[in-house]
């Protein structure tokens, strides 16, 4: 008797550990909610939380940033980030949320370059040219997952020579760090056996109101004397005009929507801002490259770089999209700053170089650092 009732007790336990109900992290999400399989390959939700109860939340899924818990002026935890609240719908849903993109962030002309006397073809996607490697980018892989410890995610991907028409095959590792003074510091390396070319980034959507308006009331700074102008599919001139006298003149903090919607040429083309500035920062990652502010909330974004330059989107394309709990992501409801080497490089000779061949180690850093303003 004493044994069945030891039994019964064993069960009764698991059962209520079974039934234990899921806790969700700081910013809402459900873990179990992100655990699947895409190609034969698993998927997750990683937590990363510092020492000021700073939280990010990232899925293996496209290496993706889903969620990015920080303190507001009043010291309310906001989350940042746009994104969606479970795997299905990041895989069903043709999107870069908090992505890493590759193997060639943004544009590249007609989808062709020439490498070493080779012509490479890639996927045609955005008004006839190549954009962030196509519609199976890094954005749609599974990338191998390894918490290093509680701020740090290490993320891993072998992308195969001939994969969206890039030759080479190219390993790569990303490190997601949650660091102390409140920054994600994203760390990229790579190597090939072919000649590439090679412009890895992230897309995080940010609006640092942590709510679903627009962005067009947060101020905006870039440390650039000069930018990329583009024809009227977005594409590289070639051209390096200097930002004086021009609404691309955001070294002085501008809001955003005061010039947005002026009738100036790139503008136009853009509507609105969609375009890479060239920083004065040469490399230099403890240079400031970029910042946002949004007044309401006090919650300012800093970005610093080794890369050259810096693409700032002010969400012109987006259109209503249900996003996580619930939220609804409207035109213009968040920016991005994707650290970068110039669009199109592969075809423009006096842009730096994206070229990286065997024994050479690709190097890229982005650092996106939130603070508070009073």
């Known amino acids: 008797m004493k044994k069945l009732f030891m039994a019964v007790m064993a069960m009764a336990v698991l059962l209520s550990c079974t039934e234990k109900k899921e806790e969700?992290?700081?910013?809402?999400?459900?873990k179990t909610n992100f655990v699947s399989e895409v190609e034969g390959k698993p998927?997750?939700?990683?937590?990363?939380?510092?020492?000021?109860?700073?939280?990010?939340?990232?899925?293996?899924?496209?290496?993706?940033?889903?969620?990015?818990?920080?303190?507001?002026?009043?010291?309310?935890?906001t989350d940042v980030v746009l994104g969606y609240d479970n795997i299905a719908q990041y895989v069903n849903t043709?999107?870069?949320?908090?992505?890493?993109?590759?193997?060639?962030?943004?544009?590249?002309?007609?989808?062709?370059?020439?490498?070493?006397?080779?012509e490479y073809t890639l996927p045609q996607n955005n008004n006839g040219?190549?954009?962030?490697?196509?519609?199976?980018?890094?954005?749609?892989?599974?990338?191998?997952a390894k918490q290093l410890n509680d701020q740090a995610l290490e993320l891993t991907y072998l992308s195969p020579d001939g994969e969206a028409g890039f030759p080479g095959n190219v390993t790569i590792k990303v490190v997601y760090t949650l660091t102390n003074d409140n920054a994600i510091d994203i760390a990229y390396e790579a190597t090939t056996d072919k000649s590439t070319v090679i412009n890895l980034t992230n897309h995080s959507y940010f609006n640092l109101s942590g709510t679903t308006a627009s962005i067009v009331d947060h101020v905006i700074s870039i440390?650039?004397?000069?930018?990329?102008?583009?024809?009227d599919l977005l594409i590289p001139t070639g051209e390096l005009p200097s930002v004086e006298g021009t609404p691309m003149d955001?070294?002085?903090p501008i809001v955003i929507g005061d010039h947005i919607n002026d009738d100036f040429d790139q503008l136009v083309k853009g509507k609105g801002y969609d375009h890479n500035w060239v920083l004065n920062a040469n490399g230099n990652i403890n240079t400031l490259a970029?910042?946002?502010?949004?007044?309401?909330?006090?919650?300012?974004?800093e970005v610093y770089t080794n890369e050259p330059g810096v693409q700032f989107y002010s969400g012109n394309f987006m259109t209503e999209d249900k996003g996580k709990l619930g939220a609804t992501y409207n035109h213009r409801g968040a920016l991005c700053l994707e650290t970068q080497h110039y669009p199109d490089t592969p075809n423009q000779p006096n842009f730096p170089t994206t070229?990286?061949?065997?024994?050479?180690?690709?190097?890229?850093?982005?650092?996106?650092?939130?603070t508070v303003e009073k």
């Open 94 to 118: 043709d999107g870069n949320y908090g992505a890493l993109i590759g193997r060639y962030g943004n544009r590249i002309a007609q989808g062709k370059f020439t490498l070493d006397g080779t």
């Open 43 to 77: 998927t997750a939700l990683y937590v990363l939380k510092n020492m000021n109860g700073v939280e990010a939340c990232i899925t293996n899924y496209g290496g993706r940033l889903v969620s990015l818990m920080v303190p507001d002026r009043n010291g309310k935890m």
């Open 129 to 144: 040219h190549c954009l962030h490697g196509g519609p199976k980018g890094y954005h749609t892989r599974v990338w191998d």
């Open 24 to 30: 969700a992290t700081l910013s809402g999400l459900m």
């Open 250 to 252: 955001l070294r002085n």
């Open 290 to 301: 970029a910042k946002a502010v949004c007044p309401k909330s006090g919650i300012s974004l």
């Open 223 to 231: 440390n650039a004397d000069t930018y990329t102008p583009v024809d």
């Open 355 to 370: 070229t990286v061949n065997p024994g050479e180690t690709y190097k890229s850093r982005c650092i996106y650092k939130l």
